[in-house]
């Protein structure tokens, strides 16, 4: 099969780079073709020599081109844009990359008659209680995108698939991030300083977010009946 991976300027995010570093390759292993999309501020060294970068400048038709050219099996949803507290991370470029932008690809993809789409999802996009309550501006736009994705779903022979999201934590994550901090502390055998922990969260190691997207690549090929799938730990803790 051939797989097309959607990334862009938000190619750095842990998540992106590092299903981008451990999954991909394990395609190319297998024999698969691995393809992605990327914009000419991404940084093309965290993708693996195997797979074929194709950037793209923002012509109208360009998406379009690239998806003819590669002729994909399943596209895959990966990159998305956080808002930050620097002045060039505005409102307007994560609604951009979001929302636009990943409208633009998903457009290409009907009317290049691809079936089979792999979305990204965030737990950020849900309450407590595990309904629909954004909690930040990025959140809301990769809400956006996926009510455009179920609409295109459901007028075109389209299979669509969203993997949520949850605290993924592993090796390399630069982020600083509690569980990760744990870890590494653990090793040292120093004790972390901590709220009581009432806190819920739930934690998935890099391994399983790149084994659920392995899993969910071949599984859209063959089921058109799951909508969104989540990836945390279960229970959450």
Same mark, same amino acid.
């Given at each position: ?29 297998a024999g698969h073709s691995v393809h992605a999309i990327v914009r000419p501020a991404?940084?093309?060294?965290? /993708? ?39 002045? /060039? ?23 290049? +008659? ?34 455009? /994705? ?26 600083? +991030? ?60």
């Amino acid at each position: 099969f051939r797989f097309f991976f959607k990334g862009e300027d938000g190619i750095r995010d842990y998540e992106v780079t590092v299903v981008q570093s451990c999954a991909l390759p394990i395609l190319a292993d297998a024999g698969h073709s691995v393809h992605a999309i990327v914009r000419p501020a991404s940084d093309l060294a965290v /993708l693996d020599a195997r797979i074929q970068p194709y950037v793209y400048s923002g012509e109208e038709d360009g998406i379009q081109q690239i998806i003819g050219q590669c002729d994909p099996a399943v596209v895959v949803h990966l990159a998305a844009q956080v808002e930050r507290p620097e002045p /060039l991370i505005s409102l307007q470029s994560v609604r951009e990359s979001n929302f636009e932008f990943s409208c633009r690809v998903l457009e290409a993809v009907c009317a290049r +008659k691809i079936t089979a789409f792999l979305n990204v999802g965030s737990y950020w996009e849900y309450g407590p209680d595990g309904s629909y309550k954004p909690n930040t501006y990025y959140a809301a736009t990769k809400r956006a995108f996926q009510d455009v /994705l179920t609409y295109q779903a459901g007028n075109f022979p389209l299979r669509a698939m969203t993997l949520v999201l949850y605290d993924v934590y592993g090796a390399d994550d630069w982020r600083g +991030k509690f569980l990760t901090h744990v870890l590494e502390m653990a090793k040292i055998g120093a004790t972390v300083p901590a709220t009581p922990g009432d806190q819920i969260i739930g934690p998935i190691h890099i391994d399983d977010v790149v084994a659920g997207f392995l899993a969910a690549g071949n599984d859209i090929l063959d089921r058109a009946d799951r909508k969104s799938t989540r990836l945390n730990s279960s229970p959450v803790v």
